[in-house]
């Protein structure tokens, strides 16, 4: 058998890595059930040794409900570290709950000085079930991070032989198996039987390439989402503002708005100098920075989701709060 590249497989948790009551439990597992290391995660399907040699690091062994900002800044140290260490690593693959997958690969996309490509994985069904994903995402998973194709593309997902860029993926349903798409742009290729196919790269600025790469990260400050919905009115804004935040993502009604309440105090808020970003509660398209967006500072989101944009946000809030500076970094990621 040719040498088979060594990829770092560091085990967060999630339903990829746990097991239920029985092989029928697909329901109650994150509540009563067990999370495996990425060791036993491995150890439970040998498979993965066809297509690797996978290096088994765990970082947690949690629902990806638990895994936020302090979690994204200790594994972005992890990556770093482990790539300075053992140069011999191909590539790393991140078995993760699909709760938060595409907030921690979109982080990671956005800080990551490594070259070695990251592949975000995870399972709508538990390692334990009847028909469970994990198996073969996980395989798939560690195909692509091995793979030379995948160098240069940015963080990826890699779930139901699909190959998602993190900048664009969301999760879309909650039991599906096919639950993760990008809707606006679509997949950047498939793992087959075959092997790992690409049919097209992401244009925006990613890791290893961006401003955030190389910059020492502290403490990311607090943003808040706040979703719009008939008869809003401004109290949850005003609640964020007192509570500490320095940036509030609005997730407004497509294409782009929000009701009188909660713009009054939206321009309230960004006169006062929270910065403020206006995204779209709908499943696709983008806000475009339109003239009444321009002239009371509110940066426009493009067609990130709300809580991406919050992620661009809290990274450009450690060094500017210039909305327009700001602004020209939500049209180049």
Do not use: C
């Not at 040719?2 to 239920?20: D, F, K, M, Q, Y």
């Not at 699909?98 to 956005?110: I, M, Y």
């Not at 009188?260 to 970003?277: H, M, N």
């Amino acid at each position: 058998m040719p040498n088979l590249p060594r990829i770092a497989v560091i085990g967060t948790g999630g339903t990829i890595s746990s097991l239920g009551a029985g092989s029928l439990d697909v329901l109650d597992y994150p509540d009563f059930g067990q999370k495996l290391t990425s060791e036993a995660l491995l150890e439970r399907f040998p498979e993965t040794r066809l297509v690797a040699e996978p290096v088994p690091v765990t970082f947690r062994q949690v629902g990806s409900t638990a895994i936020g900002p302090a979690e994204w800044l200790e594994l972005r140290a992890l990556i770093h570290r482990i790539a300075r260490d053992d140069p011999g690593i191909a590539g790393f693959v991140i078995p993760h709950g699909t709760a938060t997958l595409e907030e921690t690969g979109f982080f990671l996309n956005l800080t990551l000085g490594t070259s070695q490509p990251v592949v975000m994985v995870g399972a709508q069904r538990p390692a334990s079930a009847l028909g469970s994903d994990a198996g073969m995402n996980l395989v798939n998973a560690l195909r692509v991070a091995g793979s030379e194709a995948a160098r240069g593309k940015g963080v990826l997902a890699v779930l139901n032989d699909e190959i998602h860029a993190a900048r664009d993926v969301v999760k879309t349903s909650t039991y599906r198996v096919q639950t993760f798409k990008s809707l606006d742009f679509g997949a950047l290729g498939h793992v087959d039987g075959d092997g790992v196919h690409f049919y097209r790269a992401p244009l925006g600025a990613h890791m290893p390439d961006t401003v955030f790469a190389a910059r020492d990260i502290g403490t990311l400050p607090r943003v808040d989402i706040i979703y719009s919905y008939a008869g809003a009115d401004g109290a949850l804004i005003a609640a964020a503002v007192a509570a500490g935040a320095k940036g509030v993502v609005s997730a407004g009604f497509a294409p782009g708005l929000v009701g009188p309440a909660q713009q009054a105090a939206l321009i309230a808020a960004a006169t006062a100098g929270t910065v403020v970003v206006q995204t779209s509660r709908a499943a696709s398209g983008r806000v475009a920075p339109r003239r009444r967006l321009r002239e009371t500072g509110i940066v426009a989101g493009e067609d990130f989701s709300p809580q991406k944009a919050r992620i661009l946000l809290m990274l450009m809030l450690t060094t500017t709060a210039d909305p327009a500076e700001i602004q020209r970094a939500f049209q180049m990621y």
